[in-house]
C-alpha cells in the first residue's frame, strides 16, 4: 500500500499529552538532518481530539506556507476545521484533506505521531 505517512521506526517525543488541551491544536519548529548533515526546518501541528492526535506539516499545500497566520491560530471559527490562515483553505481534522478553498482535493502531508506513556512521539 502507499502512503504520504513519513515513518520511521525512531519515535522522537514532542510534548505531553497535556500540553495540548482536547480540540486544540499546537505548533512546533522541528528540526531535520538531511543526509548531507545540513539542519533543515521541519514545522508540524499537532491536533488532539480527546485521546486521538493527528500530526501534520505545517504547510499549506496551496502556497507552502504555515497555516497559523496567528501563532497556534489553526482552526476556522467554528473549531472543527484546521485552516490555512492566507486564503481560508479549510481542513478535515482527521485526514488533512482540504474541503474548501484553492486547493480543494488536496491534502495536508500527515506526520506519523504515537503516544508513548502519555508522550506524543513523531515517528520521522
Ligand atoms: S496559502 Fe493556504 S489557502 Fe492559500
Not at 482536547?22 to 514545522?43: I, V, W
Not at 501541528?45 to 501534520?56: D, L, N, P, S
Not at 499545500?61 to 490555512?84: K, T
Not at 506513556?117 to 520521522?124: F, I, P, Q
Request: with cysteine; glycine share 10%; charged share 25%.
Amino acid at each position: 500500500m502507499e502512503t504520504n505517512v513519513m515513518e520511521t521506526n525512531v519515535a522522537y517525543v514532542i510534548c505531553n499529552m497535556n500540553d495540548i488541551p482536547s480540540q486544540k491544536a499546537r505548533g512546533f519548529q522541528l528540526m531535520r538532518l538531511d543526509d548531507d548533515g545540513t539542519e533543515r526546518p521541519f514545522s508540524i501541528v499537532i491536533v488532539r481530539w480527546g485521546r486521538q492526535v493527528f500530526g501534520y506539516l505545517n504547510k499549506c499545500p496551496h502556497d507552502g506556507v504555515n497555516l497559523d497566520w496567528e501563532r497556534n491560530q489553526f482552526f476556522d471559527p467554528n473549531g472543527i476545521r484546521l485552516m490555512c490562515g492566507k486564503h481560508g483553505a479549510l481542513f478535515e481534522l482527521g485526514t488533512g484533506q482540504c474541503l474548501e478553498g484553492p486547493c480543494k482535493g488536496r491534502s495536508l502531508t500527515p506526520v506519523a505521531l504515537t503516544i508513548i506513556d502519555g508522550e506524543v512521539c513523531a515517528r520521522v
